[in-house]
């Protein structure tokens, strides 16, 4: 059990001459050329959570410089917006190619950056590609005019157009620094605005690769702006410079970014926290139910949005489950390497391994089991923490209720359906759910009951996330708005309705039908003459 997760001492290059960075400064410095910044704004140095040592020293950008970025923004988008959808989509498609054929130089990037094993950093790639193919093949039809039944059948013809917002800004975070910046970029990019992006610091190098791909697939300099500083501060200063805000985060956060929004009515996205719950019944093949647990659990560390922190398994095959689950656990390889041969990474840090300690700790002080884990592995690097499962966990424990955004998941045994059910909805945070069970039938009807944005059956997490044409998001506390499919790309759009009244001038001297004939029979008779026409129109089943 660790106990002070803070004292490793991390050695910078700006204060310690014996400090080097792990990456050459010459090799970074085309990159952070592109953060919007200016004199003695200052820089933040990033550290690799595999070993503490120093990455890059990070630019930082002023509220000035997210002005100034914005204005640049706004400036590229109105010439961005007028050109044909068939070259923004071009850019989209030639992203797709390019991700793939450079995946080797970002997946080291989000590795070193996140300390997430090369397995979790490839789901990365492989969001973009799927992203990028997706409304590269689909913008044109998400963004069509759309005809509507009018107010007069035959004489009222209805439009709803979707209008590019302006700028949009995403304040993205550090657990998934390509798939939460790039794939929030592509959808407001090919619906025609400009981005004004700001990526953790912690995280900046690898948004920054992404926006050198943005602009080498086609697109025109200036749509994508960078810049980078704290979520206060700089994260503070893009609400209050532009007309969507996408926000990733904690629920606490969100709201703050939501109420700032609010102000200048500023319409928003939030994808917040999850305390994401499985539940497998008792009809289960457990050695798959196990392994699909243990990917939904434990990939990238467990610091990731959507993945599984409580699981609630029918009593039946609880015991037989649970030592299938924690066997394969205790198989899952930890380490460092930019290869594949770890299944799990570090947390990424110092903050976040505190969180995973003080969670499990609470726990065991109340009473709560470990069955594997809760060991903070200092021999493998300073932020490393073996995958934990504990058991016994009380309603009072913060783990039981509060996010812990780690390897850690606890279980919990239920009689029925219905019991896992009440189990699973009884939280305000409604993200992501899992349920195993071979009748799949049955387990679309009981996915169905739960209260969260999405679900999953049998499979974790994957089968959602993957689906980019069906939309990604929370539910009460979870959330507000959804990324991918249409309605994620309708997230960055603003609506107009054109309706046309036909015939109100005549032709060849007979006289017009437009509305203006109703309202002629004056106030005493247009409308009994109109209350016919709405009985007519039930009657033959007009909508």
Not at 93 to 112: A, F, G, K, P, T
Request: contains cysteine; hydrophobic residues 45%.
């Amino acid at each position: 059990m660790a106990h002070d997760p803070g004292h490793i001492e991390l050695h910078d290059p700006e204060t310690d001459p014996l400090a080097t960075y792990v990456l050459e400064p010459d090799d970074v410095r085309p990159l952070l050329r592109r953060v919007v910044t200016s004199p003695r704004a200052g820089v933040f140095t990033s550290h690799a959570p595999f070993t503490g040592s120093p990455i890059a020293a990070i630019p930082l950008s002023t509220p000035d410089d997210v002005a100034r970025a914005a204005k640049n923004a706004r400036a590229a988008q109105r010439l961005w917006a007028a050109r044909p959808l068939r070259d923004r989509t071009a850019v989209l498609s030639r992203v797709h190619d390019l991700v793939l054929e450079r995946q080797s130089d970002v997946l080291d990037l989000i590795q070193l950056e996140s300390g997430k094993a090369r397995v979790s950093a490839f789901e990365e790639v492989c969001d973009i590609a799927l992203v990028a193919r997706h409304y590269a093949a689909r913008a044109g039809r998400y963004l069509a005019p759309r005809r509507v039944p009018g107010l007069l059948p035959g004489l009222t013809s209805v439009r709803v157009l979707r209008h590019p917002v302006g700028v949009v800004g995403i304040v993205a975070p550090w657990n998934f620094p390509l798939a939460l910046t790039l794939g929030d970029v592509l959808p407001a990019l090919v619906a025609g605005n400009a981005v004004l992006l700001r990526p953790d610091p912690q995280t900046a190098l690898t948004s920054l690769w992404a926006a050198e791909l943005m602009e080498e697939a086609g697109l025109p300099e200036g749509l994508l702006q960078v810049v980078v500083g704290d979520g206060p501060t700089i994260g503070g200063a893009v609400v209050e410079h532009v007309d969507h805000v996408s926000f990733t985060g904690s629920t606490r956060t969100g709201r703050v970014v939501a109420a700032q929004a609010g102000e200048r009515l500023v319409p928003v996205t939030l994808e917040l926290g999850g305390k994401n719950p499985m539940y497998v019944a008792e009809d289960v093949d457990v050695e798959v139910a196990a392994e699909g647990a243990v990917r939904a659990c434990f990939v990238g560390a467990g610091q990731v949005c959507v993945s599984i922190e409580r699981i609630y398994v029918h009593e039946d095959v609880a015991d037989e489950f649970t030592a299938a689950f924690v066997r394969r656990t205790r198989e899952v390889r930890l380490g460092s390497g930019l290869d594949y041969r770890s299944d799990m990474g570090s947390l990424t840090s110092a903050a976040q391994l505190a969180t995973v300690v003080e969670h499990v700790e609470d726990a065991v002080g109340h009473g709560a089991t470990v069955l594997t884990g809760a060991v903070h592995r200092t021999d493998l690097g300073p932020w490393f923490y073996e995958p934990t499962i504990l058991t016994d966990v009380p309603n009072e424990a913060r783990l039981a209720r509060e996010e812990t955004f780690g390897p850690v998941v606890s279980i919990y045994r239920v009689a029925s359906d219905d019991e896992a059910v009440a189990a699973m909805n009884d939280s305000d945070l409604g993200l992501n759910a899992s349920i195993w069970t071979a009748d799949t039938r049955r387990g679309a009807a009981i996915a169905a009951r739960v209260r969260t944005g999405t679900v999953n059956v049998n499979e974790g997490y994957v089968a959602t996330w993957g689906s980019v044409a069906a939309p990604q998001g929370g539910v009460g506390a979870s959330g507000i708005g959804s990324r991918h499919g249409r309605e994620g790309l309708w997230e960055t759009t603003r609506v107009q309705t054109v309706a046309v009244q036909h015939g109100a001038h005549g032709v060849l001297g007979a006289p017009g039908v437009g509305l203006h004939r109703l309202f002629d029979l004056g106030t005493d008779t247009w409308p009994r003459v109109y209350t016919e026409v709405l009985r007519t129109m039930k009657r033959l089943r007009l909508p």
